[in-house]
T-cell receptor, first 111, second 115 residues
Framework: DAKTTQPNSMESNEEEPVHLPCNHSTISGTDYIHWYRQLPSQGPEYVIHGLTSNVNNRMASLAIAEDRKSSTLILHRATLRDAAVYYCIPRSGAGSYQLTFGKGTKLSVIP | DTEVTQTPKHLVMGMTNKKSLKCEQHMGHRAMYWYKQKAKKPPELMFVYSYEKLSINESVPSRFSPECPNSSLLNLHLHALQPEDSALYLC??????????????FGEGSWLTVV
């Protein structure tokens, strides 16, 4: 599994954009980049994933560097409900079903 | 219905007790997982079931015994646990397709305290 490096913690003001970085310099060419988050006292939940192109969904956007060695999860307007631990997880495109979690980034949102 | 249901939410057991954690999903998923999460740590994979058969055991001690009675149910039988086994136990499920767009759905977990 590719190793990831994420900041231990970040802070954001409510209703401002948040950019959560992730380095994954050992990622293989077929690994997708998945992001999950875990709110306090809940199980992890899927946020977004991508391979090479930037991706958008109703929760967030994912910007992937051209060399694929890093990516950034973008929350366009942080809310208090977005306070969580965010995990960046490279995942093989075939044959590998489970998720291997790194340490993640704990995001705090300030009202 | 995109839900994984785990029971009980909280369990306190003695070191000589036998108990079970239960997990249920009705999304037609054929892969099911158990993860263990200690406080302030990321989840760690314990077991993976594919088509009701155990496919991955991450060297978990035998005092944890998983069981998949059918495609919707996953149990984790607990016996002779130690206090250090106290943790949040997470069940999850997913389709058995290539990992690209394969979303894994997690339950809210069962908080286990061993006394």
């Amino acid at each position: 599994d590719a190793k990831t490096t994420q900041p231990n913690s970040m802070e954001s003001n409510e209703e401002e954009p948040v950019h959560l970085p992730c380095n994954h310099s050992t990622i293989s060419g077929t690994d997708y980049i998945h992001w999950y988050r875990q709110l306090p006292s809940q199980g992890p939940e899927y946020v977004i994933h991508g391979l090479t192109s930037n991706v958008n969904n109703r929760m967030a956007s994912l910007a992937i560097a051209e060399d694929r060695k890093s990516s950034t999860l973008i929350l366009h307007r942080a809310t208090l409900r977005d306070a969580a631990v965010y995990y960046c997880i490279p995942r093989s495109g075939a044959g590998s079903y489970q998720l291997t979690f790194g340490k993640g980034t704990k995001l705090s949102v300030i009202p | 219905d995109t839900e994984v249901t785990q029971t009980p939410k909280h369990l306190v057991m003695g070191m000589t007790n036998k108990k079970s954690l239960k997990c249920e999903q009705h999304m037609g998923h054929r892969a099911m997982y158990w993860y263990k999460q200690k406080a302030k740590k990321p989840p760690e994979l314990m077991f993976v079931y594919s088509y009701e058969k155990l496919s991955i055991n991450e060297s978990v001690p035998s005092r944890f015994s998983p069981e998949c009675p059918n495609s919707s149910l996953l149990n984790l039988h607990l016996h002779a646990l130690q206090p250090e086994d106290s943790a949040l136990y997470l069940c999850a499920s997913s389709q058995l397709v290539g990992g690209s767009g394969n979303t894994i759905y997690f339950g809210e977990g069962s908080w286990l305290t061993v006394v």
